[in-house]
C-alpha cells in the first residue's frame, strides 16, 4: 500500500491520500512498529497524524493536495482513458475528494521565534527540527513557512532586550511572531537536584545582583519577580536567577534553581510588549563547577530535545 502511495504521487489513476489512510489503517491492526514508522515518516507522517486525530492540515497542504488531484484526474480522464464512463467517474470523485479536503479543518502553523544567546547553543537544532537561522532585525523575511526561525540575540540583558524589541516591533502586527522562545544553556544551583543534561521550563526570573556592596557585603536592592505564562507540563519547570557577575548574588539564591544571564530582560520586555513567551534551559553545570568540569555539548544536546518537545506540543 505505501509503495503505490508513492507512485501515486507521480503517476495519473493511483491516489495518494486513500492508500496511505488504508495502510495505515491495516498497520493499526497488524503491526505497532509499522504504525509507529508511517506516523513518524518524514514525508508524511506529520500530516497522517493531525488527519487521524482531527487537528486539520495546513492550508498549504490542501492547496499542493487539491492541485496534484486535478492535475492526475484531468490528465487521467481527458488522454489516458477512452471510456465516458470512466472519465466522468474520475471527475466525480475529484469533486468527492475536492470538498472533502475543503471541509477538514484548516490547521495555522504558528509563527514561532526561537531566540538564542549564542550560535553555539543551537548548534544541533537542525537535527532535530526545521530551523532557518535569521537575523533579528529581517527574521520575519522568511519565506520557508512552517519553519522554525531561530535567530541569535547575544549574552546577556542588555543584548537580549535589543534582540526582543527588534523581533516584536520591526514591521506589521501580522509579521509579529505567535510566540517567541529563549533557549540556552545555563548553571544549576547546587541545591536545586538538577544535574548536567536535564532540560527544563523556566516560569519565573529574578535579576540576583542589582543592587550595591555596603559594608563589603552584596545588598540587593529590586528583588522583583518576573512570571511567565502558561506553558506545556511535559518537561519539569525551575526558578530563575539572572545575573551579570557569578558568585554575587547568594543572598536570593535560595529563590532559584538554575542561573542565566538573559532570562529577567526576556520576561520583562516580552510581558511589556504582550507577546506569548517561554524560556528552555539546559543545565551544563552546577554553579560551583570550574571551568572544566562543565557539560556544554550534553547541555546542547537536550536543550535541542527539549526545544522539539515544546514546538511539537505547541503545534499539535
Not at 468527492?96 to 471541509?103: A, D, Q, S, Y
Not at 490547521?107 to 535569521?134: H, M, Y
Not at 522554525?148 to 516591533?169: N, R
Not at 548536567?196 to 557585603?217: K, P
Request: charged residues 20%; aromatic residues 8%; hydrophobic residues 50%.
Amino acid at each position: 500500500m505505501v509503495g503505490l502511495a508513492f507512485l501515486g504521487a507521480v503517476l495519473p489513476l493511483l491516489p495518494t491520500t486513500p492508500l496511505l489512510l488504508l495502510a495505515l489503517w491495516f498497520f493499526s491492526r497488524s503491526s505497532e512498529k509499522l504504525r509507529y514508522w508511517l506516523l513518524n515518516n518524514r514525508m508524511f507522517g506529520k500530516y497522517l497524524d493531525d488527519y487521524t486525530k482531527g487537528r486539520g492540515i495546513p492550508m498549504r497542504v490542501k492547496v499542493v493536495a487539491l492541485a496534484m488531484l486535478w492535475a492526475a484526474i484531468s490528465y487521467s480522464a481527458l488522454w489516458v482513458v477512452n471510456a465516458l464512463w470512466v472519465s466522468v467517474l474520475l471527475f466525480l470523485i475529484a469533486i468527492g475528494v475536492t470538498i472533502h479536503i475543503l471541509k477538514l479543518k484548516t490547521k495555522r502553523t504558528k509563527r514561532i521565534v526561537v531566540l538564542v544567546p549564542t550560535e553555539g547553543e543551537a548548534a544541533t537544532f537542525a537535527e532535530e527540527f526545521d530551523v532557518s537561522f535569521v537575523d533579528a532585525w529581517r527574521w520575519r523575511d522568511m519565506t520557508r513557512k512552517g519553519a522554525v526561525s531561530v535567530v541569535v540575540g547575544g549574552v546577556g540583558m542588555a543584548e537580549t532586550a535589543a534582540a526582543v524589541v527588534l523581533i516584536v516591533s520591526g514591521g506589521r502586527r501580522r509579521q509579529r511572531p505567535d510566540m517567541i522562545i529563549l533557549a540556552g544553556i545555563a548553571g544549576a544551583l547546587p541545591a536545586s537536584g538538577l544535574t548536567a543534561g536535564d532540560c527544563v521550563v523556566v516560569t519565573s526570573q529574578r535579576v540576583g545582583d542589582l543592587g550595591a556592596m555596603r559594608e563589603g557585603a552584596f545588598t540587593p536592592l529590586y528583588e522583583r519577580e518576573y512570571i511567565g505564562g502558561d506553558v506545556p507540563r511535559i518537561l519539569p519547570v525551575a526558578a530563575g536567577l539572572t545575573v551579570n557577575c557569578a558568585g554575587s548574588k547568594a543572598n536570593i539564591a535560595h529563590v532559584a534553581q538554575i542561573e542565566n544571564m538573559e532570562g529577567a530582560a526576556f520576561f520583562a520586555v516580552c510581558d511589556a510588549f504582550g507577546v506569548p513567551f517561554m524560556e528552555v534551559r539546559a543545565v551544563s553545570n552546577l554553579t560551583t563547577d570550574c571551568r572544566s568540569e562543565w557539560q556544554i555539548d550534553r547541555a546542547v544536546r537536550a536543550l535541542a530535545a527539549g526545544v522539539k518537545k515544546i514546538l511539537d506540543e505547541i503545534n499539535g
